[in-house]
């Protein structure tokens, strides 16, 4: 207690210049332990106790639990459908805060099932077992009346028009499968997978791409709205066909899209353009270190592809960390500090990063604090009602600064939701794992 005094004292002394508490000598190296003083961060700076980061995703588990509710009502009146099996082509979701069904729902699902594990609690993983196990049902009843799905409210699932309709909400059913949460998945994740192997535009060589805006375009985005559901897929089925798509499609965007001077990924990509602007858009760079996170963690270690991605992911993830500003955050526009300080990109950075470290794939003292950071910043962003705040909302790809640096921000922009969870639940197994603490001022990562 008297050398916590003596500092503030001390600190005091800062701002009475010339002399130095209590004793009338003046603020000097020679008087005063300067390096001691304690820094003005914006953000919290060291670790946060497990139980603290558990209860911020218990604030978000609660909110979202209330704000998407399951139920079915009828399109003309409004009125709750009480036997889905009379359900008529024109009912609807109830209205909530969020759909669903959507990939930022799908990130959700897989985040709700990673924070049970996290933290023991089973809330989480009965949110995404409940909601997935009444889209079966609702698609079910669809399946039979309807099978077409046309102008049903499961139409994304029975026919995909977009990797954004199958990619992610795949994965998460997957994993749901895989750890036996749901029964029945399966036709859904079959149709998913027949939609991104078979039905999606492909370039000529296999690699997945729109076309739109501009004929024959890449989207950084797709690689998540892709290659988690491949990869998922392979172990699912144990077919080396969907791990070798999984690591195709990395594979053709980083030809095309990596910048190594930078470490970082452009937006997009245009087939017949001779000069490609880049803007490291953050939060699809993003979408692609998850896109390879969650694909390291199931392609099998003799897979031809794995180093190769695996060394992606160092260099992305060391081009990220040069990219982290002071308060913890990334910016809207990696490399562009005049653009906006972004949640959502930021909290899927820190999972990535948090989670690369859990497995051994970078070193821990090397990039634990930049996680660790990271979730500081994450975790000033979500209210005390469980709402995230500083979320872009839905970005197509342009070819100016423009356009990214003045994207809205809006509190129900859905993609934070999925990431904050798993960004906690990686960052409570690092705390875990790893001795963490203050060593001379500075946040340190250590093995234990």
Not at 163 to 174: F, K, R, T, Y
Not at 197 to 224: E, H, I, M, V, Y
Not at 382 to 402: H, I, L, P
């Amino acid at each position: 207690m008297r050398q916590t005094g003596i500092l503030s004292l001390m600190i005091l002394g800062l701002f009475m210049p010339g002399c130095s508490p209590g004793s009338g000598e003046r603020v000097s190296d020679a008087t005063t332990a300067l390096h001691a003083l304690e820094p003005d961060y914006p953000t919290p700076y060291g670790s946060q106790p497990v139980e603290t980061v558990a209860s911020l995703l218990e604030r978000v588990h609660a909110y979202l639990d209330g704000a998407t509710p399951m139920q079915l009502v009828d399109g003309p009146s409004g009125a709750p459908v009480a036997d889905l099996g009379r359900a008529g082509i024109d009912a609807a979701f109830a209205r909530g805060d969020y759909r669903l069904i959507s990939y930022e729902w799908g990130v959700t699902y897989a985040g709700m099932m990673q924070a049970g594990k996290a933290t023991g609690d089973a809330r989480f993983t009965e949110y995404a077992a409940k909601r997935l196990d009444f889209i079966r049902t609702v698609v079910d009843h669809y399946r039979r009346e309807h099978p077409d799905g046309g102008g049903t409210p499961v139409e994304s699932v029975l026919r995909p028009q977009a990797l954004d309709d199958a990619g992610s909400m795949c994965a998460a059913m997957i994993k749901a499968e895989q750890a036996r949460l749901v029964t029945g998945l399966r036709p859904m994740i079959d149709n998913y997978i027949d939609y991104i192997s078979n039905g999606q535009f492909r370039l000529k060589d296999g690699t997945l791409a729109r076309n739109r805006p501009l004929p024959r375009t890449l989207w950084l985005d797709d690689l998540f709205m892709s290659v988690p559901a491949l990869a998922r897929m392979g172990s699912l089925s144990g077919q080396e066909r969907y791990y070798d798509d999984a690591v195709d499609q990395v594979l053709g965007f980083a030809d095309r899209m990596f910048v190594p001077e930078k470490g970082l990924f452009m937006h997009g990509w245009v087939e017949g353009m001779r000069a490609h602007p880049a803007f490291f858009w953050g939060r699809c760079n993003g979408w692609a270190l998850m896109a390879m996170v969650e694909l390291l963690e199931v392609l099998p270690d003799s897979h031809r592809g794995r180093d190769r991605v695996m060394g992606l992911l160092r260099e992305q993830i060391g081009g990220l960390a040069a990219c982290q500003s002071g308060e913890g955050f990334w910016h809207q526009l990696l490399d562009r500090e005049d653009s906006y300080l972004e949640t959502s990109a930021t909290a899927i950075f820190t999972y990535c990063i948090a989670r690369a470290v859990n497995r051994g794939w970078i070193d821990a003292t090397a990039y634990g604090p930049v996680a660790q950071l990271g979730w500081n910043a994450v975790s000033t962003k979500v209210g005390a009602g469980g709402q995230v705040e500083g979320t872009c909302v839905g970005t197509g790809m342009a070819f100016d600064a423009a356009f990214y640096c003045h994207r809205p921000v809006n509190v129900y922009a859905a993609h934070s939701y999925g990431p904050v969870l798993l960004a906690g639940s990686e960052i409570i197994e690092m705390t875990r794992k790893y001795k963490t603490g203050i060593n001379d001022s500075a946040f340190m990562v250590e093995e234990r």
